[in-house]
């Protein structure tokens, strides 16, 4: 039973490494999570426990891996960007993507009952994991803005048909041909005439997502703002310069 | 805010395909166990709850994935085989073991109480996990074999150690010490001399490790037993046949 | 000037092997050939001097690289097949890739006044060059079947195309519009009645492409039949078959 | 002869696309040259119309891809720079790599008699191609900078060596010998002392390789200067900033 005659199917493995000196993301994503919303009666549009339960998993997958330098998450997704100079893993895509998904899978279940009480999930929700590596400053925040304008697109439409279905009793039908090639301005109004809501009042978590950056002493700080203008990245210069300027003058 | 700005960010993720006609492994494996193994306080050298969650969430596992035709595990790590014309997620590599590593822990945490009672994971399991192609039922074969190699030395080695530890109070140091440079029979005769251990003795789960497959109707069975020879393929021929003979016949 | 201050820069190189265990096939393909045709007035639809180059620079390449088992070819293309165990370049598709067609390139160009005497390439063509794995004997005759019949369909089109052009004098547009919507038949009807030609009449080498093996004492051995149907491996069943059934039979 | 039941083989090809937003360098190496070398009677150490006919070939490549912003060359190599926002054949890797070796083999090949006379190659030379991708300015010009010192490293070497096997009739294990643990200073000093030989003094080109880029109306220069240092970047700034300042700022 010698060990070394099966050894050969290692080099069957694949080596796959995510560009050096580039930001990664990982993005992982709820699997079949309009099923597992409706099976637990999440709220809709939004509902904060569930929102309070993506928050508080991505926080502790923040704590597990201390060079996480950002998350931004919405819904059921959540991405996280790892500093540039991240060696974990080695940077290898498998790793990465697999490990980040368990750990927040894992989080996920067992924060769950700090928020939806001792209903114990039996039917557990499963994340999906992808690795994505942007070179420069303004790729990884185009990212960000790409997935905060998702996050607004979405909670619009979704603020809109959830009330035609809850409050004009419309069907799921009814309500998606109601809003068919419907802009921005139409849904604005038609949640202000029909509903008395205006859509800037609704809480920014539902209209911006949450954003998590470490704070003064490495605290997890949580953030709903807008990511796609200045202020913000004017207000956290460090979290995309990891090499102090001084440093870079140097290094050639 | 027009989405279109920043969709180009799309483009810089990767396709990362398994080649088709090849069977797709994924495996998992448990991520700094030997702590989480300590923390819940696992019988030494193997836990029959532990092994039971492990094989209690392989199997739930290959009930949310019908095309896994196989999975072969030991310890904290198990492997899943899929059938060779699976087209899961179009055999995209990040999807494959994202998903699967995301599921297994899933199940394993909310299967946890019913081997473990009340006491809850607080610290919960991560696993990793990674994908491999094989072109040809000899190297699946391998690579099984392979696996089932590493079950058979590891625990002869912890089944040595944990008898010195426990039995003869060494110190890990010291148990480590005194095995070093032995070989199989070396081990063998000192768990017949010291403790009057027949290691062939000893359940069949700690020494293969666990086989799960479908039997009829579909239902998930489970065995303890050789597969490196060719007497558990010969039981089980359509394992490997995805496809019947006819067809092949007529495939060109 | 320390060196080891850059050779970090070496780490960004990406490692891309063969997947171990399958059939290496690297394709080579003209690179705007209908320009270079042009300039060195190549007979159409089928210059033999043109072909005898593509087939003389295969040859060449096979030699230079024995682990090549087959090259099959058809106007500005060849195919070449290496044997499933090769290790040549430790299986790295860069290597492989960029060696192969450089390969071509060069025994193309110095091959040349051979066929085409005094008159030397100036401007000198390019080729491309792709590495594609196949696993299974059915998906490399697969393979091999595709690129010929690929050549039946192009070289029944252009037999046709060159004939309306050269003998009824129409103009590449009006070929083109004149064979729009025809299936095989009605061109080798066209090709009957209009020209009084018998497609099946026409050289093989036209109508099937050019296979080259290693025929007794490893001479190189050119045929141009068909590969499609069972005969041609049936006579050259060494072909496939790299190990010897007794040794793949020890072989678990 | 349905040309569809064969197609799927395209399925097994893999993309592989340089990450956007990233320098691509393309190096092209020599196979084999010390053999080739020979057979060619270069001149030792170095061979001026060698040199001639790779930088003739160098420019041939930049003619036909305009994309390329510079080339850099020494001994049998030449790496080829890409503009950060090339799109040639859509980024991909095996194009790359395959295109450019085969382009520069094509043309060394026909400048040859330009520079070598009559005498035609008859054993022509392979090169080999690899694509790399950078992030960063810093990151690429460490990478030619690694190039520039590997080239001032192997001239001092190969002076001091064919000096001694030249003049000093040694044998080239001798000189290997005598060679063996000298530092940089070692050399420089047995050069002067025992060939009244100033290193300083030997031609640039031999000492710092070629550089080519575009000047004025887009016209090719060659230099032969310090890559390294500043001077030679700052002089020419547009080399890296394919993208005008003002542009960027309004990217985001």
């Known amino acids: 039973m010698a060990k070394s005659k099966f050894e050969y ?18 993005r992982v994503d709820g699997r079949g999570f309009s099923k597992f919303s409706e099976r637990y009666k999440f709220k809709k549009p939004n509902d904060v426990r569930a929102l309070s339960v993506m928050n508080a998993a991505a926080k502790a997958v923040m704590k597990e891996f201390p060079e996480i330098i950002l998350a931004y998450g919405q819904s059921d997704e959540y991405s996280f ?13 498998q790793k990465l993507t697999s490990v980040i998904s368990s750990a927040f899978t894992a989080f996920y279940i067992t924060l769950w009952p700090k928020y939806f009480g001792n209903e114990s999930i039996t039917t ?5 994991g992808r690795v994505v590596c942007y070179p420069s400053e303004n790729n990884l925040r185009d ?10 697109i979405n909670n619009l439409y979704n603020t809109c048909f959830w009330n035609l279905v809850t409050n004009k009793k419309m069907s799921h039908k009814e309500a998606e041909e109601h809003l068919k090639g ?16 205006n859509y800037n ?19 997890l700080e949580t953030h709903n703002c807008d990511i796609i203008g200045n202020n913000f990245w004017d207000d956290h210069k460090e979290l995309l310069n990891s090499v102090p300027p001084q440093q870079v003058k140097n290094q050639t």
């Open 9 to 26: 199917v290692k080099e069957f493995e694949t080596e796959d490494k995510c560009l050096p000196n580039t930001w990664i993301v990982v």
């Open 124 to 128: 557990p929700p499963i994340f999906d």
């Open 201 to 219: 009042n609704e809480p920014e978590e539902f209209r911006k997502g949450t954003v998590i950056i470490r704070g003064s002493k490495k605290k």
């Open 182 to 197: 419907t802009v921005s301005s139409d849904k604005n109004e038609l949640l202000f005439t029909e509903f008395g809501i």
């Open 143 to 152: 990212y960000l803005s790409w997935r905060q304008t998702d996050t607004h």
């Open 81 to 93: 960007v790892f500093k540039k100079d991240s060696t974990l893993y080695n940077r290898r895509i």
